[in-house]
């Protein structure tokens, strides 16, 4: 089955420094990469995805990148903001909503 | 708009004890369930998920089992829980087999003592 991996596990940067997060998978049938921002004591909530057929998408100071012939895909977070600190999860899907999770990365952004 | 709710939002149980975690979601027909579970340091595990009234299928074999007797509702199980069963549960539901966005419950934090 699908396997993803996700680094680093914690990533403290300043504010306003640039975040990135990667994250690789096993099957090359995944076709759908969600990227999910759990705030603490909160329910996770999609930020941002990508399917296969698209290599890069922003979405104003989130942008999500995918390399299908490596297998991975990354969320970049530009201009960070204290309000950023979460858990961010990626994700794969091979098709019918089988999200497999990574384990998930804590960003702290220091003021 | 739609909603998900789920409960308890916190339960301390004793080893052997059952459970019954409940989730029912309101403004949509025919979701797609699903049960996760969330460990430290180990994601988001699919535990079950559900197409349709009556249907579910399991993803890791466990003492947990889930049911769907209604539409909107998702119930997940335990008759004798297990230390190892303490984590965090949260629920989920989707609308479609290609928007892909899962829209999660407010949790439910298990503590098997």
């Known amino acids: 089955g699908e396997n993803v991996e996700q680094h680093p596990s914690t990533l403290s940067v300043q504010e306003g420094d640039s975040a990135v997060i990667k994250c690789t998978y096993s099957?090359?049938?995944?076709?759908?990469f969600p990227w999910y921002k759990q705030e603490l004591g909160k329910r996770p909530q999609l930020i941002i995805d990508?399917?296969?057929?698209?290599g890069e998408k922003k979405d104003q100071r989130i942008a999500v990148t995918l390399n299908k012939t490596a297998k991975h895909f990354s969320l970049h977070i530009t201009e960070t903001q204290p309000e950023d600190s979460a858990v961010y999860f990626c994700a794969a899907s091979t098709g019918f909503q089988k999200l497999v999770f990574g384990t998930g990365t804590r960003l702290l952004v220091s003021p | 708009s739609q909603t998900i709710h789920q409960w308890p939002a916190t339960l301390v149980q004793p080893v052997g004890s059952p459970l019954s975690l409940e989730c029912t979601v309101e403004g949509t027909s025919n979701p797609n369930l699903y049960w996760y579970r969330q460990a430290a340091g180990r994601g988001l595990q699919l535990l079950f998920y559900s197409v349709g009234i009556g249907q579910i299928s399991s993803e890791v074999p466990q003492n947990l089992s889930a049911s769907r007797p209604q539409d909107r509702q998702f119930i997940l199980s335990s008759k004798k829980l297990l230390l190892s069963d303490s984590g965090f549960y949260l629920c989920?539901?989707?609308?479609?087999?290609?928007?892909?966005?899962?829209?999660f419950g407010e949790g439910s934090r298990l503590t098997v003592l």
């Open positions: 989920a539901w989707s609308v479609g087999l290609n928007t892909g966005e899962l829209f």
């Open positions: 990508i399917r296969s057929n698209v």
């Open positions: 099957d090359s049938a995944s076709n759908y």
